[in-house]
């Protein structure tokens, strides 16, 4: 009995202090918490939103190797760094290192939250550069190839291509682009919004994430005339 109230007072004082969690708080799985966590997740986007769901549903809670059970079915306070490395490496296995990479920041930033709300005494993510993205180099086409592809597609698409290889806008910023964005005159083109096509079928357009995002691009000349025959062609004036 002695023992027992000296490892009570001791478990008291460690709580208090921050040095050890309330275990009925740890019992909640990985996969209730997480789903909540993003559920609450505040200020971020509709499609990062869906990307995070993707993650945690497809990368995260799953069973991924016959080895390594499936951190869904886990309890909080169950979870090790010993389990972690293996989960890490199963997908490192048997989906890409990028996801793997990916799959570990969200888990390592779910679990931080898991810390902050006193579940857990410690984050089990422990694996050094694991959230590290190696990409290979990328390659750009050349002039003569980009020409060539514009040259490949039904007409209408010519200036989509031309606008992406030579003004730099991505596919969102392209698919969002009105005739009032277009200063022909000036052969310039405001990069104003973005749009995206939710996995729902749902079209987002809003604002580019960053300031920077939001930007006035120089066009050359023959990108100007193919836009002029563009607008003549395929866009009404409304």
């Known amino acids: 009995k002695s023992d027992a109230t000296l490892w009570l007072d001791k478990a008291r004082t460690d709580l208090a202090a921050g040095l050890r969690s309330d275990p009925e708080r740890g019992r909640l799985t990985l996969e209730t918490y997480a789903l909540g966590w993003l559920k609450e997740l505040a200020g971020i986007s509709e499609r990062t939103r869906e990307i ?98 514009s040259r490949n597609v039904p007409h209408r698409y010519i200036a989509m291509i031309l606008t992406a290889g030579l003004g730099g806008l991505r596919q969102g910023e392209l698919l969002a682009l009105r005739r ?22 749902a079209v987002l357009e809003n604002a580019p994430k960053t300031r920077a995002g939001r930007r006035t691009v120089s066009l050359p000349q023959p990108l100007v005339d193919e836009l002029r025959t563009h607008l003549d062609l395929y866009v009404n004036d409304a």
Do not use: M
């Open 52 to 149: 995070y769901s993707h993650q945690i549903e497809e990368h995260i809670l799953p069973r991924l190797d016959d080895d390594v059970p499936a951190l869904g079915a886990q309890r909080l306070n169950s979870l090790t760094s010993e389990l972690i490395r293996g989960w890490y490496l199963a997908l490192i296995t048997n989906r890409t290192p990028s996801v793997a990479a990916k799959a570990y920041v969200r888990l390592r930033q779910i679990l931080t939250q898991a810390v902050d709300d006193d579940r857990i005494v410690k984050n089990p993510c422990r694996i050094r550069r694991g959230g590290v993205e190696h990409h290979p180099e990328q390659r750009f086409a050349t002039v003569p190839e980009l020409l060539a592809l």
């Open 180 to 201: 009032a964005d277009l200063d022909l005159e000036d052969s310039l083109v405001y990069v104003r919004r973005k749009r995206q096509v939710l996995d729902s079928g």
